[in-house]
């Protein structure tokens, strides 16, 4: 579980430099000044499949997260019956 929490951070970092990365191309004035609107139209809607791309893996990495807590909660319930079972008998 903690490799999917490290995974699910390592992604959310990338999420955070691509937005970032997004803004800072539709401020720069290299566009505007030599008349390159068509390479910045390219540039944001590369960095927008890949911000696409980094939100479908976290979608992945949060099922996968799910998962893990269920079995988690099996065997912690589990655990708990046999406990119960051993004060008993």
């Not at 430099?17 to 401020?27: A, D, G």
């Not at 099922?63 to 019956?81: S, V």
Request: charged letters at 30%; one cysteine or more.
């Amino acid at each position: 579980m903690k490799a999917i929490l490290y995974q699910i951070a390592h992604i959310e970092r990338l999420i955070i430099e691509t937005k970032s990365e997004i803004l800072t191309v539709n401020k720069l004035p290299f566009f505007k000044i030599f008349s390159r609107n068509e390479s910045k139209e390219i540039e944001i809607s590369c960095l927008q499949k890949s911000l696409n791309d980094y939100y479908g893996i976290k979608h992945s990495l949060l099922e996968n997260l799910e998962i893990e807590i269920r079995k988690e909660k099996i065997k912690l319930a589990i655990q708990m019956r046999e406990n119960t079972l051993k004060k008993v008998g």
